[in-house]
């Protein structure tokens, strides 16, 4: 028997679609039995609760949530996100009920072994609802009350190794699609990468010293999964420099509709598209234009190629990424507050992903421009925002690299450039009463 | 309710501490065939919506069964997950970015039973619990944010907007008719927790109406130049104030119409909460992608102003998505997303075909840029 | 024999491009000679000293002019730009070197009867150098001193039935291409309406009102020959509504490559590029694919047609501009300079262009922008900046035109709609203590 | 040089006065064929360069030789025009925009007796009076500003960059082989008093150094508070100046570092000078286009950042733009612009087949809209 009635959530249980409400009543029904005699050190009913103020929002068309003060671990400056309730008479399960972020591993594999010892924790000091995942990639713990923060905390390091994730002005928990683990169209070992990224800067994840958030995001190919472009400070994208590689013999094989050799690994077998067709489906969208298919041969002029994948998704049977795989940079994405949305501008495109160095060359490019952010950036100012203030032109002089047209989509339109004084012969201090002698006042 | 400890001391709080371990390693993770072949997978197919088999260079294959499901997750849930992945899975599973979970089996015989132990899984109330899809082109799980659940500034529900969109678009969370995949997103004000300015189509959640100022308090909970410095447009000055008793207090003012509604002031100040029922809705972007594949990256653009928040199942929302999807599916090119559909087509042929009203709202008023959208050509479609 | 060496000047006769040099030297020589008698009424070796003048510019690679002060025409606030050298003693011919703007007739068509008045006048009068024409369009009178001003303008005035141009913050004097005088691509009288606009806005161009300078430019079609798209605060750009008109008789011909039917009316004569190919030419760079030729017919798609100029420029003996015709009106062009340069933005997609009711279309769409930056401008702020900073939504309101996708390439990508109090339910004054009975503080 | 006057009395400047009387009716000036056949012309064709004829529904045609030319010209210039309208066209020639001479004849028999006559014409120096081209796929006259013939502000010269430019370009004048027009404009500063920012190619004289302060008479000749507004980029203040001899005067400061060398200060206050011989020179723009015609119209680019002037011929200018003129006419396809041809190649692709240096000048740094023009995208070539 429900604790409170919910006649608006009780129409979203209906519908094909996996319904948050029964998920919840279920979980409120489990906790109302607690057939595992868990010690509940959180209300046993904060499920029904959660039920009831949602709820109550559906009535009123607004949220019952309070923005929580400062509450977190010891030593930590984010992780954790205080939340409370504006109605804790009615609904007292709720009235504190904190998130934890914890840190996801790289390519969100799990074991079952490690997710029952997350799930038991989280029963026994939390409210047992979770996000799998939240936005930033992070396991979210949701709802628990400031006391069982260290504990949680404790059990994680102590007993299941495992930190916090990040939040507030700090590096955000780096994420990755899951790249060489189990995709062909991987330039780079992604796993690897953030996994190296996220140990190799905790303090910069767990204590705020920077201007605002940071995120890294990590693409395994131009395909962009993960979104990095779109969302994150600093993307880092597979790419390469030689040639795609062509199965010719393969390439046939699609053209000829071979059954075996589904066009686009199979990702229109829903539409009735007709028989493959190379020329329109792959000749002629090349955004390039520099493929040819003649004589049952296709060739690829591989120096006016961009690299769009397209070809590649299509016939991932018979052409492969090339072997001298890297990554590109690209700087600056955030969502549109505070001025305007971002997506990532190319700053290097292309660099090494060497794990033998321990990237050297990837956290040489996210050191410098952490230190020019962190000396420049305004408070609550994101990197893109700073970018935009200062000038690209700045990104590469703290950098260290050297302008380039790949750098632009176009080159500027309008002529406004401001010389540095040191760059125009003769300088700029002159002598009027030289330059009078040859122009009368 | 005895609170057990786990030896934490909170007055020595470095005792036996220890920080900074980062996440578990990825390696004591992964399937043993996906170790064994990392790095030299040859190709892949989708065999039917929500499978795929990944072939690599080995011979060695895999099979993924990918399901959907809200991120918003029971550990009842999860060990009901458990359970599927022990039982089919020798106790290995992933989760995808847009909150899909993954099931994988290193052999072909392995499939038939996993799949109908997954389709065969239903709450109570009668949604499935792992409906098999999200491939190729169609759609697949939307990410989203918190909303009611657990946000202070959200504008509208996130998993309530989400059922009631992923119901009406469940066919092509099932199929691959489509042009071209198809990312819905998510998120409940425009601070945009979750980024879904880049999606082909996006739910966002918009306050319309400035904070209300509850100047009897205002001064006592919170700092006043934090209030101030939150507004990313200046709209808020500190003043003095009078109230009812004709006591004055120290409090702000907002100048309403430069405000834009963030709530960022109401992170900051507790009392100047903006939420409203009627202020509050939805506006839907569309057109936006990710992917550098055959065009480049691209922003999502506002194609419904506003919708009034109707709950639970916000009709004229996954209405006008529903007219969208479906003039896609009609009008575009194999392997076309919707925002180059949207392009090729012209938006102006764009918002006929959808049947959606273009208003004032939609010509972009924010900072230089806007120019960039307004039309600087005679190119254009009666 | 020259009044001053000019040996890097000299050097700019040889080439087969006329010389200026050339042209100013014989300019020169002639007034030196004065065959006609002329009573100069301006030094008469003015040219040999402007000659001096800019060889010294070559040397030293800066110019000698100076800004005038005020100088113009009683009650006018343009049409003369005054002008002075700063070395007087060297180049007194010189000294005094005032600029004057006439105003040309639409279409710069001219009788030698009127032209020879001009030079008479210009002679007598002036340096006898001119431009023909200024960037604006106006006939530039180039080289005179300030007593002359006003008998210049008297004889203009009195007996050449001729007034000037317009200069500083005016109407400026406005331009048009030929039109459908020598042009079957024009969709509408370029000539008629810009005569009419110049003669309707004497007031404007004469007297400065505005806030800063104003340009009207006519083209009679899309392909822009008269540049209005980037040079003018108001375009006028001829189109039409209807289907393109084709003569499948024609388009015969051009496939079958007949002599007299050269592609783009011959402008590709000197190229070596094959036989003409309408799939290649034509179908495929349509840039909405629009067009179709089959069974050989061609076929439009008129509802898809941008009306480009393409096809009708490549085939025009067999492609007309339709039937319904008028023009569309951009907004806000300029050069880079204050605030970075801007092209017309589309406001009025189709207006009629009616001589029959005095344009009264068209000069209310004029008259509502002057009153709003008339009221609104900044000093020195372009029509272009004005929307900028005030938004298009208010050119909108302004004008009284209805918002429709055709005025955006695409619709805001971000979502900070301001609203307006009255368009949103229940206004935003609210009673925080209602709020308070639901939400706790 | 005894003044003689018209009747005008300048202590009576009303009396008579004739004012807004605007321009000559161009009915006036059209040639009979012109005005018989208005808004009745049926197609044209272009005979060889600078030949075009007009056909109209009635049959009547008329053909027009189109020759270039100087800008700036003399009366006596003028009048040789004149004589060669009387000769040929009954006394009507027109102007086009870009400054060529157009000479019509109402029957082709008269076509030949004109061209002849207009080649043969040379000046004492040697070049064409009256070379005709300048139609159809090649390069017509540069539009242009005054540059040191008349301007107080320019960078460079514009008659003689011209004159240099077109010399080089002389062949592609009287020829049509280019892909498509090229359209080149020169403005001698950049308040571009002829807007050269759509372009094919754009010459644009640039200073590179804040003005000089000629402090012992700023106050004298200037009104401080208008050079201080005259600055767009707020980099000019009011300041207090010590001479040598020790006497305090009133005049400005300038910020160098803000200073984009534009002369507007100059224009309102002689007193700050800003030309200087290494400092100035020129900047070239590439790619843009006013035309409708495929593509949308769009802004010339930066590709070179500066090149010294070098006179009387700037070799190093008419070098650079030669190598774009020839890499366009080898690289573009028919029809294609310039600006298409870059943007399809990609600009990385447009510098390495110009042979021009990519410096960071060219990356935008001037308001927001710079974002627009990096690349976010993963496209692009190596």
């Known amino acids: 028997m429900a604790k409170h009635e919910t006649p608006f959530l009780d129409q979203l249980e209906s519908g094909p679609w996996p319904s948050f409400v029964s998920d919840?009543?279920?979980?409120?029904?489990?906790?109302?039995?607690?057939?595992?005699?868990?010690?509940?050190?959180?209300?046993?009913?904060?499920?029904?609760?959660?039920?009831?103020?949602?709820?109550?929002?559906?009535?009123?068309?607004?949220?019952?949530?309070?923005?929580?003060?400062?509450?977190?671990?010891?030593?930590?400056?984010?992780?954790?996100?205080?939340?409370?309730c504006d109605q804790p008479q009615a609904f007292p399960g709720v009235e504190h009920f904190h998130t934890m972020r914890v840190n996801q591993p790289a390519g969100k594999y799990y074991t079952t072994d490690y997710l029952r010892k997350l799930t038991d924790l989280w029963d026994f000091r939390g409210s047992g609802v979770t996000n799998m995942h939240g936005a930033t990639g992070d396991i979210i713990l949701l709802g628990t009350t400031t006391p069982q923060l260290e504990e949680v905390f404790w059990t994680l390091t102590h007993d299941y190794n495992q930190d916090l994730g990040g939040s507030g002005s700090n590096l955000r928990t780096p994420a990755d699609c899951l790249g060489q683990s189990r995709c062909e169209y991987a330039c780079y070992d992604t796993n690897a990468l953030v996994h190296f990224l996220t140990n190799e800067y905790q303090d910069e994840l767990h204590r705020p010293a920077f201007p605002y958030k940071f995120k890294f995001k990590l693409d395994g190919c131009p395909n962009c999964c993960v979104a990095s472009i779109a969302r994150s400070d600093m993307s880092f994208i597979g790419t390469w420099k030689d040639d795609i590689r062509i199965d010719q013999d393969a390439v046939n094989k699609y053209v000829e509709n071979d059954?075996?050799?589904?066009?686009?690994?199979?990702?229109?077998?829903?539409?009735?598209?007709?028989?493959?067709?190379?020329?329109?489906?792959?000749?002629?969208?090349?955004?390039?234009?520099?493929m040819k298919f003649e004589n049952k041969k296709l060739a690829i002029d591989n120096a006016n190629c961009t690299r769009c994948m397209h070809c590649i998704n299509v016939m991932p049977k018979a052409l492969k990424i090339g072997k001298e795989t890297g990554c590109s940079i690209l700087c600056g994405a955030k969502a549109p507050i505070?001025?305007?949305?971002?997506?990532?501008?190319?700053l290097v495109p292309f660099i090494e992903v060497n794990p033998d160095n321990d990237y050297e060359a990837i956290t040489e490019v996210i050191e410098n421009i952490w230190d020019w952010w962190m000396e420049e950036g305004k408070n609550r100012e994101r990197l893109g925002e700073l970018i935009m203030r200062q000038g690209f032109q700045k990104l590469l002089e703290v950098t260290g690299i050297e302008a380039m047209p790949q750098h632009v989509q176009y080159p500027r339109t309008n002529p406004y450039i401001f010389w540095k004084e040191d760059e125009v012969t003769g300088g700029w201090e002159r002598d009027v009463e030289e330059y009078r002698k040859h122009h009368q006042r | 309710m005895a609170f057990i400890s786990t030896g934490y001391d909170p007055k020595k709080p470095m005792e036996n501490r220890i920080t900074d371990i980062g996440p578990r390693d990825y390696n004591e993770f992964y399937p043993p065939v996906i170790a064994k072949n990392k790095g030299k997978w040859s190709h892949h197919e989708i065999l039917e919506p929500g499978v795929l088999v990944h072939v690599a260079d080995s011979g060695d294959e895999v099979y993924t069964v990918r399901v959907g499901g809200a991120r918003l997750m029971s550990t009842t849930h999860i060990n009901e997950i458990c359970e599927i992945a022990d039982k089919h899975c020798d106790g290995h599973l992933r989760f995808t970015t847009r909150n899909n979970v993954e099931f994988m089996v290193d052999s072909k015989d392995k499939l038939e039973p996993l799949k109908n132990d997954l389709a065969s899984r239903k709450f109570d109330g009668g949604s499935f619990k792992f409906p098999i899809g999200g491939t190729g082109a169609g759609i697949t799980n939307i990410v989203h944010t918190q909303g009611w659940i657990h946000c202070h500034t959200p504008a509208t529900d996130a998993s309530g907007t989400v059922k009631a969109s992923m119901d009406a678009l469940f066919a092509d969370f099932q199929d691959m008719r489509l042009p071209a995949h198809?990312?819905?997103?998510?998120?409940?004000?425009?601070?945009?927790?979750?980024?879904?300015?880049?999606?082909?189509?996006?739910?966002?959640?918009?306050?319309?109406?400035?904070?209300?100022?509850d100047h009897e308090y205002l001064d006592k909970v919170c700092e006043i130049?934090?209030?101030?410095?939150?507004?990313?447009?200046?709209?808020?000055?500190?003043?003095?104030?009078?109230?009812a008793d004709g006591t004055e207090v120290k409090s702000v003012s907002v100048k309403n119409e430069r405000c834009?509604?963030?709530?960022?002031?109401?992170?900051?100040?507790?009392?100047?909460?903006?939420?409203?029922?009627?202020?509050d809705g939805?506006?839907?972007?569309?057109?936006?992608?990710?992917?550098?594949?055959?065009?480049?990256?691209?922003?999502?653009?506002?194609?419904?102003?506003?919708?009034?928040?109707?709950?639970?199942?916000?009709?004229?929302?996954?209405?006008?998505?529903?007219?969208?999807?479906?003039?896609?599916?009609?009008?575009?090119?194999?392997?076309?997303?919707l925002g180059d559909w949207a392009e090729r087509i012209g938006w102006e042929k764009f918002f006929e075909a959808c049947e959606l009203e273009f208003t004032h709202h939609l010509i972009d008023d924010f900072r230089q840029?806007?120019?960039m959208s307004w039309r600087q050509s005679t190119q254009f479609k009666f």
């Not at chain 1, 505070?338 to 190319?346: K, N, P, R, V, W």
């Not at chain 2, 834009?260 to 202020?279: F, H, I, K, R, V």
């Not at chain 2, 003039?327 to 392997?335: E, Q």
Request: aromatic fraction near 8%.
């Open chain 1, 338 to 346: 505070l001025d305007g949305a971002q997506m990532g501008s190319l």
């Open chain 2, 182 to 213: 198809l990312r819905v997103s998510m998120a409940c004000c425009l601070n945009m927790c979750g980024a879904v300015h880049c999606s082909d189509i996006a739910i966002l959640g918009y306050h319309r109406k400035p904070p209300m100022l």
């Open chain 2, 282 to 337: 939805i506006v839907l972007m569309a057109g936006g992608k990710v992917s550098n594949r055959i065009s480049d990256p691209k922003f999502s653009k506002v194609v419904v102003g506003f919708l009034p928040n109707e709950m639970p199942r916000w009709p004229s929302m996954t209405a006008a998505i529903t007219r969208m999807v479906e003039a896609y599916a009609k009008g575009a090119n194999k392997y076309e997303r």
């Open chain 1, 259 to 290: 059954a075996a050799y589904p066009a686009n690994a199979g990702a229109h077998k829903g539409g009735d598209w007709g028989p493959f067709d190379i020329e329109k489906e792959v000749i002629a969208l090349c955004p390039t234009g520099c």
């Open chain 2, 225 to 243: 130049p934090l209030a101030v410095s939150a507004c990313p447009t200046a709209a808020i000055k500190p003043s003095k104030q009078t109230l």
């Open chain 2, 260 to 279: 834009m509604y963030c709530g960022n002031c109401y992170t900051m100040c507790p009392s100047m909460p903006l939420a409203d029922t009627e202020g």
């Open chain 2, 369 to 371: 840029q806007a120019y």
């Open chain 1, 24 to 84: 919840l009543k279920q979980q409120a029904e489990v906790r109302a039995k607690n057939e595992k005699g868990v010690e509940f050190q959180i209300p046993q009913d904060c499920v029904d609760d959660l039920l009831g103020i949602v709820e109550l929002s559906y009535k009123h068309g607004r949220t019952h949530w309070k923005h929580g003060g400062i509450v977190g671990v010891f030593g930590y400056g984010g992780g954790v996100i205080g939340r409370y």
